[in-house]
């Protein structure tokens, strides 16, 4: 996921199945500017899931798709 902050902050980020199933969470500290973040989904089955970028600015949700 790449997306881009415009002032330093604490960020969470979420992914969630189709069914609001939490699979993974992850908290960065004190981030800003463009921000690449890499995940693991060697054990996420093929699907549709949503990620969730959260920091002091508010909140982003995306969608993306893993194909096997």
Wanted: net charge positive.
């Amino acid at each position: 996921f790449n997306f881009v902050l415009d002032k330093s902050s604490d960020v969470v980020i979420g992914v969630t199945d189709v069914f609001g199933k939490q699979i993974m969470n992850d908290n960065l500290k004190d981030i800003s500017g463009k921000y690449s973040y890499t995940m693991n989904a060697e054990k996420l089955s093929a699907g549709t899931y949503f990620y969730t970028v959260t920091g002091a600015y508010g909140k982003n949700t995306n969608k993306f798709v893993i194909l096997k």
